[in-house]
Nanobody
Framework: QVQLVESGGGLVQPGGSLRLSCAASRTIFGAMGWYRQAPGKQRELVATITSGGGTNYADSVKGRFTVSRDNAKNTVYLRMNSLKPDDTAVYYC?????????WGQGTQVTVSS
């Protein structure tokens, strides 16, 4: 079993920045990453990173968001710059561990003036 604890969400103005963190309760050998779900929409991929550092981004966040990972701390980060109102959503941490997907509880990100 894996527990994922997220932190770092909040309210930010358009153009601002936030950093999300997600700490896993054990070493994750598979990919970790972030998904988001806006009201009335399906959950969508934001960014993922493998244990070796390979990354994948949604087209909508390329060039603005950066996913990183500290394997020694079992933690994945999401640095979000140039935030837009369309980025408003609940952001969920994901870890793929021995063929099982684990999810965090979600953290709200609201981009509004």
């Amino acid at each position: 079993q894996v527990q994922l604890v997220e932190s770092g969400g909040g309210l930010v103005q358009p153009g601002g920045s936030l950093r999300l963190s997600c700490a896993a309760s054990r070493t994750i050998f598979g990919a970790m990453g972030w998904y988001r779900q806006a009201p009335g929409k399906q959950r969508e991929l934001v960014a993922t990173i493998t244990s070796g550092g390979g990354t994948n981004y949604a087209d909508s966040v390329k060039g603005r968001f950066t996913v990183s990972r500290d394997n020694a701390k079992n933690t994945v980060y999401l640095r979000m710059n140039s935030l837009k109102p369309d980025d408003t959503a609940v952001y969920y941490c994901n870890a793929h561990h021995f063929l099982v997907d684990y999810w965090g509880q979600g953290t709200q990100v609201t981009v509004s003036s």
